[in-house]
Each structure stands twice: as structure tokens, then as C-alpha cells.
């Protein structure tokens, strides 16, 4: 892992994206270059052009798509379907670049497109070749005790097995040695909570001196798995945490990107929203939308707006509870617009409004959040920003109806609020284009 503007980011799918980015530009080219007519010196710009745009393009959806994240690339349906989401893309991608660029071959449409599948093909079968040869992997040895050796096994194993193999447990009583160490060709080291006070520093300085990386438990498990270990938090944590800061100047290009952002999504969306609403008022009686309290930054309320997509009145002789799969209350209209989120657009105008962000934390009703906070340490951490339309916790975990997914979408949130950047971001923004087209995580 290495990191980018302070989140830690995959380094072997890194380059990886570098390679295929690349790949797709020179196969793009020489098949434009080579199909097309006239002068050399035309075909060589014009190509480039093409080639260029095209692959940048190609570059900036796929991410967003999944077809980076590790757990999509040991995977093979989630590949396939990923990669065929990718392909109706660049198809469309292509059309557009065949009106805006003068290209003269005929039929070079499709040649460009299977030119790309292939590239993709033969990479991806490459890249599978080098994991399961194990030319990738790191050995990692872990120190500690036998919880401690299972939890290092959970975090390689949930995200990236392919990228680390435990090769080596040792028990904290008996220390390190970085010369066996070496001689295993141990990459680095994972040492646990209860033998951070048995192993002399000395030995952990030495380990490093000869290029072994040594970790803690918590560091490393933050790194692996994105999301903050809530069983680890003191009262103290966020003020002493790396990378969180909320200055002004930071506050403020915010606030300029969310107006900008919310202008032109109310804009493109505006046809969108519009038909959401007849519908809605066809479909079942009550008005088109609702509004409910939220948490927001420091703990004060505001009034949430949504597409209504529940039956009028739905909690009545309930009280407030959590969304079910097939909820009886969720109307036709209203299992549709919440499985695209189209009833999340109205809450551009809390956007526009600064009580809410594009990216942060999801609002959580008062009755929730009062509950949530006597049961889970760290809860009303999450509202020292503003909330959000999209978060890390939503592209990253499915929706949560219980006590024990609040706890693990509190541990996304938290990674959040401490690495937050433009980086992140624009990450999230990307990523959410996924959620979105494969309905992850709806209800």
C-alpha cells in the first residue's frame, strides 16, 4: 500500500492501471494509425488525438467501475460483469469520438473496441498468472498471540490475499530476529497488540535497518482494510490522528465544489426529477416529497428532503425503524427511484442549502444516532463533518439495518473523517457510479 494524499492506496493496482491505461492507448492508436487514409503527418495527429483522449477516458472509468478494487480482480464474475459494464462504456465512449473527430477508415468502431477487450483480456490474464504464481505477494511474519495472528489473517484475507501470505506467527515471549527474519525473506513484520511491550525496540530498529517494514496491529489493519478499528479508539484519537484537519481554506473550497457540483447535477437531473415526481403523485396518495430530521455537523438538526418512496404515514404506530429487504411500506414507484437513487436528488438542495456535502458521512436520524452513541464508542465522532449525498461507507459497505452494520459503517465513516482530501473525494464520487449502476447496497 502507498499513499496518496493520505489514503492508502493498492500500489499493485496501481500500476496495474498505469500498464492497461497505457496498453489501451498504444493498441487504440497503431489500429487507428494503421486502418486509416491519408498523409502521414495527418493520420499520426489525428490518431494521437483519438488514441489519447479515448485511453484517458477509458483510464477514469474503470476505476470507478470496480475494476481495480482487489477483491473484483481475484473474482471472475465480478470481473466479467464489471468488465462488460466497462465495454458498454467505451462503446458509447466511441460513437461520441467517431462525431467529434473526423476519423476516415470505415468500420473502425468495433475494430477499436475488440482491440480494447483484448488488451484487457491479455493483461488481466497476465496479471491472473502473477497471483497465482505468488510473484506479488509479500511474506509477512505477525508477532503476537494466537488472536493476534487471527486478525492479521482476517485483514489479508478480506481484501488482498493475493498481495501478502502470512509465512511466518510468532509468539511475542520470544521476540524477533532480523537475521532469520532476512534469511526467510521475510518482508515485513505485524507485531500485535499484547507483544508491543515484550519486543525490545532495538530489535524492531535493527528489523528495519535491514529493509524489513515493521507495522502494528492497528496500522496495519487500518492500511489493509480501509475503515478504523472502533475496539482500538481512546476519547483522544481524532486529535492526535494524522491527516484530519478542517481549516478554513479547506472549508471553504469545499463549499465551493459542493455549489458547483449541486448546480450542474440539479441541471442534467433536472428531466430526471421531473418525471420522478408525476410518477410519484400517480403511483400512490401523499406528497412527492419528504422531509425528516437529520444529525448534522456538531450534532444540530436539520430538515432532510427526499422523493417520497414509502407509503404515506409509514411509521405510524411504529415509531422510527431501519429499512427492510422487500419493505411492505416502499410503494412501485418508490422500489425503483430508491434502487437507482434517484430519491437521494433532492437533497442537492440541502447541498446548496450547507447543510449537507456531496461527500460525508450518511445523516442518521436523532433517534438512531442517540441510541447508536450509548452502544457504539466513537459514534458522534462522525459529526465533526458535514454529512453527505455519497460516503467511503457507502461505497464500500451495503445498507445497514442493525446495531452491528452501523458499527462497521461507522468504522468507513471514521477512516473517512480522518484521511478526507480532494483525493478521496473524487474517489468516492467515481466509485459511487458503480454503486449506482450495479445497485449496491439498495432498499
Known amino acids: 500500500?502507498?499513499?496518496?494524499?493520505?489514503?492508502?492506496?493498492?500500489?499493485?493496482?496501481?500500476?496495474?492501471?498505469?500498464?492497461?491505461?497505457?496498453?489501451?492507448?498504444?493498441?487504440?492508436?497503431?489500429?487507428?494509425?494503421?486502418?486509416?487514409?491519408?498523409?502521414?503527418?495527418?493520420?499520426?495527429?489525428?490518431?494521437l488525438r483519438v488514441a489519447a483522449s479515448l485511453a484517458?477516458?477509458?483510464?477514469?472509468?474503470?476505476?470507478?467501475?470496480?475494476?481495480y478494487r482487489p477483491d473484483v480482480c481475484v473474482e471472475t464474475r465480478r470481473l466479467v460483469a464489471n468488465s462488460a459494464a466497462v465495454g458498454a462504456w467505451v462503446v458509447a465512449m466511441l460513437a461520441l469520438f467517431s462525431l467529434l473527430f473526423s476519423v476516415p477508415a470505415p468500420g473502425w468502431l468495433p475494430r477499436a473496441l475488440l482491440a480494447?477487450?483484448?488488451?484487457?483480456?491479455?493483461?488481466?490474464?497476465?496479471?491472473?498468472?502473477?497471483?497465482?504464481w505468488d510473484?506479488?505477494?509479500?511474506?509477512?511474519?505477525?508477532?503476537g498471540s494466537s488472536l493476534d495472528w487471527a486478525r492479521a489473517r482476517e485483514a489479508v484475507s478480506t481484501r488482498q490475499g493475493a498481495f501478502f501470505r502470512i509465512a511466518a506467527t510468532i509468539p511475542g515471549a520470544e521476540g524477533v530476529e532480523p537475521e532469520a527474519l532476512a534469511r526467510d525473506r521475510i518482508w515485513g513484520i505485524v507485531v500485535g497488540a499484547?507483544?508491543?511491550?515484550?519486543?525490545?525496540p532495538g530489535d524492531l530498529i535493527r528489523c528495519k535497518c535491514r529493509g524489513i517494514r515493521v507495522f502494528n496491529e492497528i496500522e496495519f489493519r487500518e492500511r489493509q482494510l480501509q475503515r478504523v478499528e472502533l475496539g482500538n479508539l481512546c476519547q483522544d484519537w481524532l486529535a492526535y490522528a494524522d491527516g484530519f484537519s478542517c481549516g478554513r481554506v479547506q472549508?471553504?473550497?469545499?463549499?465551493?465544489?459542493?455549489?458547483?457540483?449541486?448546480?450542474?447535477?440539479?441541471?442534467?437531473?433536472?428531466?430526471?426529477?421531473?418525471?420522478?415526481a408525476v410518477a410519484i403523485k400517480l403511483d400512490s396518495r401523499g406528497p412527492v416529497f419528504y422531509r425528516q430530521e437529520r444529525v448534522g455537523r456538531d450534532g444540530h438538526g436539520f430538515m432532510l428532503v427526499k422523493f417520497r418512496s414509502m407509503t404515506r404515514d409509514a411509521e405510524a404506530g411504529r415509531g422510527p425503524c431501519w429499512a427492510a429487504e422487500r419493505d411492505e411500506r416502499v410503494t412501485r414507484v418508490g422500489r425503483f427511484i430508491r434502487r437507482v437513487r434517484i430519491d437521494?436528488?433532492?437533497?442537492?438542495?440541502?447541498?446548496?442549502?450547507?447543510?449537507?456535502?456531496?461527500i460525508g458521512p450518511r445523516p442518521e436520524r436523532p433517534h438512531f444516532v442517540a441510541r447508536l452513541a450509548e452502544v457504539i464508542p466513537g459514534y458522534r465522532d462522525r459529526a465533526y463533518v458535514k454529512p453527505g449525498i455519497t460516503g467511503w461507507a457507502q461505497v464500500n459497505f451495503p445498507y445497514g439495518a442493525s446495531i452491528e452494520d452501523a458499527r462497521m459503517k461507522?468504522?468507513?465513516?471514521?477512516?473517512?473523517?480522518?484521511h478526507r482530501s480532494v483525493f478521496l473525494d473524487l474517489l468516492i464520487l467515481l466509485s459511487t457510479l458503480r454503486v449506482v449502476l450495479f445497485q449496491e447496497g439498495s432498499r
Request: proline share 3%.
Open 1 to 47: 500500500m502507498t499513499r496518496i494524499f493520505g489514503h492508502y492506496v493498492s500500489i499493485e493496482m496501481l500500476l496495474l492501471w498505469c500498464a492497461e491505461t497505457a496498453l489501451s492507448f498504444v493498441v487504440i492508436y497503431l489500429l487507428l494509425a494503421s486502418g486509416s487514409g491519408g498523409t502521414h503527418a495527418t493520420i499520426d495527429r489525428e490518431a
Open 56 to 67: 484517458l477516458a477509458i483510464g477514469c472509468i474503470a476505476p470507478a467501475l470496480g475494476l
Open 410 to 418: 461507522l468504522a468507513y465513516d471514521l477512516y473517512y473523517v480522518k
Open 135 to 143: 510473484l506479488l505477494a509479500r511474506r509477512i511474519a505477525v508477532v
Open 251 to 276: 472549508d471553504g473550497i469545499r463549499r465551493a465544489a459542493d455549489i458547483g457540483f449541486a448546480l450542474a447535477l440539479l441541471v442534467v437531473a433536472a428531466p430526471m426529477m421531473l418525471l420522478a
Open 194 to 200: 499484547s507483544a508491543r511491550a515484550a519486543i525490545p
Open 344 to 358: 437521494e436528488l433532492p437533497q442537492l438542495f440541502n447541498v446548496l442549502r450547507g447543510e449537507m456535502s456531496m
Open 116 to 132: 480494447w477487450l483484448f488488451s484487457l483480456l491479455a493483461s488481466r490474464a497476465i496479471f491472473a498468472l502473477v497471483l497465482r
